[in-house]
């Protein structure tokens, strides 16, 4: 239990662009999402899912993110297009959660987003657990229509997160934490 407290006291996101390869693939992978799905469901809804973005996919996204990106903005610099472009192509993975949360009967939909929320976490411990550096991001295209007509998504669902994966080519600073006397207050009655 130790070796779990120490990594969540010290996880931290590297950034896209410091992730390289190798990353995780096969059963290594199928382990990694198998853990990612243990969260909290109430109903037993399971509302996410996955799409894995590896290889070549991640470059043809790239040219949708771009695409929707230069059509917003005509005077976008090439060099920013470029940028745009590399969005999803800079860890070897990048596992999209995809949150499904529906109108139901007896879940609240927030319920359902944040067990999507979860999985996202999870899915971070659990390739850090493994010796992978990991970096939760959404950004703008993960809210543009077009982007997610591209991935496939319908259009009741959303993306809870691009949770890139990889080994870290560097290591990065740590940023500052919140005081818990910032944080943390007692219910009196």
């Known amino acids: 239990m130790t070796d779990m407290l120490d990594l969540l006291r010290t996880r931290r996101s590297v950034p896209s662009p410091m992730l390289g390869a190798p990353a995780p693939s096969g ?11 243990r969260v909290p469901d109430h109903g037993k809804l399971a509302p996410w899912r996955f799409i894995l973005i590896e290889g ?24 920013r297009l470029a940028a745009e472009r590399k969005r999803l192509a800079h860890a070897p993975l990048v596992i999209a959660v995809v949150s499904r949360a529906r109108p139901h009967v007896k879940i609240p939909e927030w319920e359902q987003i944040l067990s999507a929320g979860a999985v996202c976490m999870n899915l971070v411990v659990a390739a850090n657990a ?7 991001l959404t950004e703008w295209y993960a809210f543009d229509r077009r982007v997610l007509d591209a991935l496939g998504l319908e259009p009741h669902e959303r993306i809870a997160g691009f949770i890139h994966v990889g080994t870290a080519t560097e290591k990065p600073s740590d940023r500052p ?11 009196e009655g």
């Open 27 to 37: 059963a290594e992978l199928e382990a990694l999402l198998s853990i990612a799905s």
């Open 56 to 79: 070549d996919a991640r470059h043809r996204i790239g040219q949708v993110i771009a695409g929707a990106f230069a059509a917003d903005n005509p005077d976008a610099s090439g060099e």
């Open 130 to 136: 493994a010796g992978y550096a990991t970096s939760w």
């Open 177 to 187: 934490r919140p005081a818990l006397a910032d944080i943390v207050t007692r219910y």
